[in-house]
């Protein structure tokens, strides 16, 4: 009965180790400047998502809502989430946001995503 609560701590333990071992220590701080949007598809995806998703997503990264700059997510994922919202996250829909809006976006978050992992 004794070795019930060390086991309980020393597994807490664990777990808090490894959470803090795979958080990044630079996560706010730019690692490779300033992402500039290549194609048009980005630059108008970039514009939409300065005015759609930046104010809880600042730069993709936390904020008000988590970071989506630094997650593995097929486009149609994004696609989805944007709209259906989840959570505190709005929808928005297809008269907020046309398909080809929300294609511009999901391109943008997609380079996004990628420029922030070959930059680190």
């Known amino acids: 009965m004794s070795r019930s609560p060390h086991l309980a701590a020393s597994l807490l333990a ?5 959470t803090v071992g795979c958080m990044s220590q630079r996560r706010g701080e730019p690692i490779a400047g300033e992402f500039i949007p290549s194609s048009t598809e980005e630059r108008s995806g970039r514009e939409l998502f300065m005015q759609l998703c930046h104010q ?41 946001l046309p398909d ?21």
């Open 14 to 18: 664990g777990i808090l180790l490894l």
């Open 100 to 120: 080809a809006d929300l294609d511009a976006l999901a391109e943008y978050v997609s380079a996004l995503r990628s420029e922030r992992a070959d930059g680190q």
């Open 56 to 96: 809880c997503h600042p730069g993709g990264m936390a904020g008000l809502g988590p970071a989506i700059n630094n997650k593995p997510l097929p486009q149609w994922l994004v696609k989805t989430q944007v709209r259906q919202g989840l959570g505190a996250m709005p929808s928005f829909d297809e008269a907020e």
